[in-house]
């Protein structure tokens, strides 16, 4: 049984969060351990797996327990599981804080942001999707990276089926925004991605608070100006002169 090296897994893998990647390696690393007809090559093959996922990913591990043949595994499952524990910790307290900041509101007669499963699941993906898009492209600096990405990240960690705000949303547009002004049409790909996510936090805000009408995804990037009559299509250019008039 290939414990890590399943395209199923991989795929998997490669569409989490850094943190949700850390708690899917960690319960896999502790399947393979209970394997009685385990195989040393199998344990390589998931210490391959493990070390590129942190390394690409940029996160603080201790690398020295996967990242050569002569491996520990009991060394390297506490490693896992101690980061797994911190994290399910964390989480289970920003659950108990969400839930009563949720039933607060919900008891006041305050409404929450509410996503269907296939918009939620849209919005993961897409998330995913984003994340490869900024890794791998050739334009946008390494610093301007690391904010992205960074704020990616926490915009994934506050988003659920049901949420109270969508503060960490508006942080990832703001940083994109200013990115975008100063990469222009070169982050394209990115930016499709990001308007598409947008409209979904946009329904959402809109069925919240009965609005009529919402601002397009493009002006979230300087795509059109607000007292404008630039079209929703129009194609991005944060170089227009017009723009300072």
């Known amino acids: 049984m290939g414990y890590f090296t399943n395209k199923l897994f991989i795929k998997k893998l490669s569409l989490s969060s850094n943190e949700d990647g850390i708690i899917i ?20 093959d998931a210490h391959s797996v493990i070390l590129n996922f942190i390394i690409s990913r940029g996160i603080d591990i201790d690398q020295s327990a996967f990242n050569t043949i002569y491996f520990n595994t009991n060394k390297s499952l506490k490693i896992l599981t101690t980061i797994k524990d911190k994290i399910e910790n964390r989480r289970l307290q920003e659950r108990f804080d969400v839930n009563c900041e949720r039933f607060r509101y919900y008891f006041s007669g305050t409404l929450t ?12 993906q897409l998330i995913a999707e984003i994340r490869r898009e900024i890794k791998k492209s050739k334009v946008i600096t390494d610093d301007h ?4 990405l960074r704020r990616l990240e926490a915009m994934q960690n506050e988003l659920h089926k049901t949420i109270s705000d969508v503060d960490r949303f508006w942080g990832f ?6 990115t975008a002004y100063k990469f222009g049409k070169n ?10 996510l947008a409209v979904i936090i946009y329904v959402a805000i809109k ?5 009529s009408q919402i601002p397009s995804a493009n002006s979230l990037f300087g795509l059109s100006k607000s007292n404008s009559s630039h079209s929703e299509t129009q194609e991005f ?8 008039k």
């Open 187 to 196: 982050i394209n790909p990115i930016i499709e991605k990001a308007k598409e």
């Open 25 to 44: 390696i960690a319960d896999e690393y502790r399947s393979m351990m209970c394997d009685m007809s385990l195989k040393k090559h199998q344990v390589v």
């Open 145 to 148: 990276k690391s904010r992205l």
């Open 237 to 244: 250019s944060p170089n227009d002169p017009t723009d300072d």
């Open 113 to 124: 942001y509410e996503f269907s499963d296939s918009d939620y699941d849209r919005i993961q």
């Open 173 to 178: 547009i703001a940083e994109l925004t200013l």
């Open 207 to 211: 069925v919240l608070n009965g609005f």
